[in-house]
């Protein structure tokens, strides 16, 4: 069985300050994992993915992610967050063989001014 | 432009009285699925479908049916909604692994 935590439930940031939301997963085979974000009022929207390669992976609006297998985790990272980020971030997770897309609980992601 | 349409985007109903959520994609996609949202719980999949005429149940079925008979369509029924399902619904359509493309949602509340 898969399953995705997400240890924070709300990050409060000042703006232009540094940001990582945290990511950890299991799962008993290999793994395909996405963090998604949702704006107010919106869908989810991909932010980026990990397939295969490299374990650094970079994405829209200067976010990135490290995809960490000794560790099963796949935390999402900002050098310097804007106003605009206030929005709600979901790490999901593939396991490869299954088709179900599973979601964390979300991380309330809140940048002050 | 490649989307994923849910209609409505806002509906109240009362208990017991049938619904339906539609969901259509135009991107030829294999692979969709429906998702509730709730306060601290995240998304969590209803039903989910792998091609036309193929469904299976996710992790909160009951109380929903779905149906896939055209590709490009796959709605979300309420056969006699109660209150515990009012929430934020999300379809959302992908080929294989790739990314998934969600609709707008519907939040959804039953009276």
């Known amino acids: 069985a898969q399953s995705v935590t997400q240890l924070d439930s709300q990050v409060p940031v000042f703006e232009e300050a540094p940001v990582e939301l945290r990511c950890n997963y299991s799962s008993s085979v290999s793994v395909y994992l996405f963090w998604y974000v949702q704006y107010p009022n919106q869908g989810l929207q991909l932010l980026l993915k990990y397939l295969s390669g490299s374990t650094l992976v970079k994405g829209i609006n200067g976010f990135e992610a490290e995809f960490n297998k000794s560790q099963t985790s796949f935390h999402l990272r900002k050098p310097s967050v804007h106003i605009s980020d206030t929005a709600e971030y979901f790490c999901a997770v593939i396991s490869t063989g299954a088709n179900n897309l599973f979601f964390g609980t979300g991380t309330r992601l809140t940048v002050i001014p | 432009e490649a989307q994923v349409t849910q209609n409505p985007r806002y509906l109240i109903t009362v208990t017991g009285k049938k619904l339906t959520v539609t969901c259509s994609q135009n991107?030829?996609?294999?692979?969709m699925s429906w998702y509730r949202q709730d306060p601290g719980l995240g998304l969590r999949q209803i039903y989910y479908s792998m091609n036309v005429e193929v469904t299976d149940k996710g992790d909160v079925p009951e109380g929903y049916k779905v149906s896939r008979k055209e590709k490009r369509n796959f709605p979300l029924i309420l056969e006699s909604p109660s209150p515990n399902q009012t929430s934020l619904y999300f379809c959302?359509?992908?080929?294989?692994?790739?990314?998934?493309?969600f609709g707008q949602g519907t939040r959804l509340t039953v009276v």
């Open positions: 991107m030829n996609h294999e692979y």
């Open positions: 959302a359509s992908r080929r294989g692994v790739t990314e998934a493309f």
